[in-house]
């Protein structure tokens, strides 16, 4: 029972005005989503990259496919040479790739995550099971850099190293040409 002669059933049960302001800021929201989705599909597509490389990481060494020219895999492991000057970021073999062209890198992993990371290019790519990733890289010059896993992978991950040379494309065909033969069928 209320006793005040001004009570007003509006005043506190106003269901209009509650929906109005819950409903108001949702509208909001969505307008403000519409172009950034819009500008994020744009900004993600507009590469027209010369290669795709694929990078797989695994315990203790990366695996690299070209797609693009063969279904085929290399496997890249840490050069273990006393007198190699870049110890433990030293591989057996480098890879190849043309400097001043676009190339789409796609990441994944098969065992646990892992980082691909090259400070030169400042790049920093985490590597997880079942998911692919993928960033565009390009060099303006030709340079041989290093890299190697930064996340913490396993009891040897700092034993994953990188190493990649960026060269001429004339270069880059070469070395396609130099490694078919060695070249592991997947």
Same mark, same amino acid.
């Given at each position: 029972?209320?006793?005040?002669?001004?009570?007003?059933?509006?005043?506190?049960?106003?269901?209009?005005?509650?929906?109005?302001?819950?409903?108001?800021?949702?509208?909001?929201?969505?307008?403000?989503?519409?172009?950034?989705?819009?500008?994020?599909?744009?900004?993600?597509?507009?590469?027209?990259?010369?290669?795709?490389?694929?990078?797989?990481?695994?315990?203790?060494?990366?695996?690299?496919?070209?797609?693009?020219?063969?279904?085929?895999?290399?496997?890249?492991?840490?050069?273990?040479?006393?007198?190699?000057?870049?110890?433990?970021?030293?591989?057996?073999?480098?890879?190849?790739?043309?400097?001043?062209?676009? *190339?789409?890198? %796609?990441?994944? =992993?098969?065992?646990? +995550?892992?980082?691909?990371?090259?400070?030169? &290019?400042?790049? /920093?790519?985490?590597?997880?099971?079942?998911?692919?990733?993928?960033?565009?890289?390009?060099?303006?010059?030709?340079?041989?850099?290093?890299?190697?896993?930064?996340? *913490?992978?396993? %009891?040897?991950? =700092?034993?994953?190293? +990188?190493?990649?040379?960026?060269?001429?494309? &004339?270069?880059? /065909?070469?070395?396609?040409?130099?490694?078919?033969?060695?070249?592991?069928?997947?």
């Amino acid at each position: 029972m209320i006793f005040n002669s001004f009570f007003s059933k509006n005043l506190y049960f106003f269901h209009i005005l509650e929906i109005v302001w819950t409903i108001t800021p949702c509208f909001v929201l969505i307008l403000i989503s519409l172009p950034s989705i819009k500008i994020l599909y744009i900004t993600e597509n507009n590469f027209n990259n010369f290669l795709t490389l694929k990078i797989i990481g695994h315990q203790w060494y990366w695996s690299y496919e070209l797609s693009d020219f063969s279904n085929k895999r290399i496997d890249r492991f840490i050069n273990l040479d006393k007198r190699n000057n870049f110890r433990l970021l030293d591989t057996d073999n480098y890879l190849s790739l043309p400097f001043n062209i676009p *190339i789409r890198c %796609i990441i994944t =992993s098969t065992d646990v +995550i892992h980082s691909w990371t090259i400070p030169n &290019l400042i790049l /920093k790519l985490d590597a997880n099971p079942r998911q692919l990733r993928q960033i565009y890289i390009s060099s303006i010059y030709p340079n041989l850099t290093y890299g190697q896993c930064s996340e *913490i992978c396993g %009891i040897n991950h =700092s034993f994953i190293p +990188i190493k990649l040379e960026f060269t001429t494309s &004339l270069l880059f /065909k070469k070395f396609l040409i130099k490694f078919r033969k060695s070249f592991k069928n997947i």
